[in-house]
């Protein structure tokens, strides 16, 4: 390299004697476009900026012989490539990234007009070939640092989701059978029959209990099966609706035997749905009724037809479900209700029953008020419709 002319010497200096004016007032500048939050301290903010200065005024004083491009500095690279890796690290965004690096070339160059200084076009080449590498490098490491989180970000999100499938494959399996073991001990000892009230009430009490536990299993691989695929599959199937919900009004009377469920339908409906489904959501609002309403009142069913829909009702007179959660307790992990009973609960059932609703192409509704009671609203399409899958986001 050969020295360069006494004005590209005098440019270098300058730019080494006003270095904490051309930072202070670059700072300035990037706190006034709001391009950092006020929470960014002035060291945080320069980082390696000082650096590159310096080796800017070096790149002025040096250069090739004519028409040979020099080599960025290794250190210039360096301070470059640390300036990238630290704006990622603090949150910057490659457009601030940029931007930053072109405020810093106009105050440095106001600096220049300012002094007086002649700025020749060999010495403006200079200046931008330096600001060009230096955004160049700061970009790309900006890019590797990214990249290398989301690498680091998908390998965790398999780790996770292998987690997921092996404790699916735990509940499935290590859980169930002595769930379903229990469930038939239990039922066999009532059919034998010739059983003292207290151990009546103790077996029933088991099976109680054993129908909770693989409700919840269930409803947790529904929902871990949603969250993979983006909905609940559904195998519908021409049925008779009057006697689907009699089934079902029928088993959540022995589990709530002294309660007293009503049944209003029209003539028989036939509607194609998939009916081990259908029943899930229906036990899920049956038990939900009988579980949050007095003990003395009635929980009214009813089903009708309205134009190519089939509706079923539920209502209960437990406490009203305010208004501002009507929405939110079809969502995951939410309960309908208040009470400390719901602690027995996930808060998927009705999020569950919802998504079962969707993929027949229907709705579910709630209204609740202290003068009307609770009534759920299922309205299905006597027809299946299609339904897209939703889109991933």
Known sequence: MTPFSPQACALADLLEHRRELILRRWADRVRAGDLVGSNVSEPTLHDSLPDFLDQVAVALRCREPQGVTAPAPAAAEDV???HGRQRYRVGFDLRTLVIEYDLLREVLFDTIDESGLPLRIADLRVLCAAFARGISEAVDQFSRERD?????????????SEFERQLIAIVSHDLRSPLAAILIAAEAAVRRGALDDKTSRLLVRIQTGAHRATRLINDLLDFTHERKSGRIPVRPQDVSLRALVQ???DEAATMFPERVIEYACEDPIAARVDPDRIAQVLSNLLTNALKFSPPSTVVRVTTRTHGDAAVIEIH?????IPPHRHGSIFEAFEHGDLSTQTRASLGLGLHISRQIVLAHGGTIDVCSSAECGTTFTCTLPRQPHPVPLPLSV
């Open 80 to 82: 470059a490539r640390e």
């Open 148 to 160: 290398l989180d989301l690498q680091a970000g998908a390998a965790e999100r398999e780790r996770v």
């Open 247 to 249: 089934e079902s009004i």
């Open 316 to 320: 209960n007179w437990g406490p009203p």
